[in-house]
């Protein structure tokens, strides 16, 4: 997979919205921080433990997202 191709196939993944589990709001995946759990919480209730996408994205298994099926439909 190209470089080009992974970057698309994030952008899109961090397009998709995502509750916060503290406070219910919705954000999208790109403004969010992973805690334990695969639990989600946005940038007013996250805590020092977690991870913001910028850094869970890197470890991604890319071609798992069903992003990857069609990145001529990413742009
Ligand atoms: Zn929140």
């Known amino acids: 997979m190209s470089e080009e191709n992974k970057e698309k196939i994030l952008k899109a993944f961090g397009k998709r919205a995502q509750r916060c589990f503290g406070c219910f ?8 921080y992973l805690g334990e759990d695969a639990s989600y919480f946005c940038e007013n209730c996250k805590d ?28």
């Open 25 to 32: 709001v919705a954000y999208h995946f790109k403004d969010m």
């Open 48 to 75: 020092e433990s977690m991870f913001h996408f910028d850094d869970f994205s890197k470890l991604l298994d890319i071609s798992k997202l069903r992003e990857s099926k069609g990145t001529h439909n990413l742009d």
